[in-house]
């Protein structure tokens, strides 16, 4: 079976697969281990302030499977402009 002919049986059986694949990115702001949002496609979501990490992970996993998503990312920089100067001035303000 040729590399092509594999990948695009690989790409058939993802594209059947009913599950959500969660993407964790760590690291993206100081003193934010894990990422208090959520995002995929037009959809985003924020982390509660008493929301334990598992339970986002659940319920990022049940809205973005409702809204036919297949794959979500925790975490990382912010793709938008105002939370991306907090997070700019966030990295300025860390301590050498």
């Not at 959500?20 to 959520?38: E, H, K, S």
Request: glycine share 8%.
């Amino acid at each position: 079976m040729s590399v092509i002919s594999r990948l695009r049986a690989l790409e058939s059986k993802l594209r059947r697969r009913d599950e959500v694949t969660i993407i964790r990115v760590l690291g993206g702001l100081p003193d934010d281990p894990m990422g208090r949002t959520a995002r995929t496609g037009e959809h985003r979501w924020e982390q509660e302030c008493d929301e334990s990490d598992e339970a986002f992970k659940t319920r990022v996993y049940e809205l973005a499977k409702a809204a036919g998503e297949r794959s979500v990312v925790i975490g990382g920089l912010p793709d938008q402009l105002p939370s991306l100067e907090i997070a700019a001035s966030s990295f300025d303000s860390e301590p050498d």
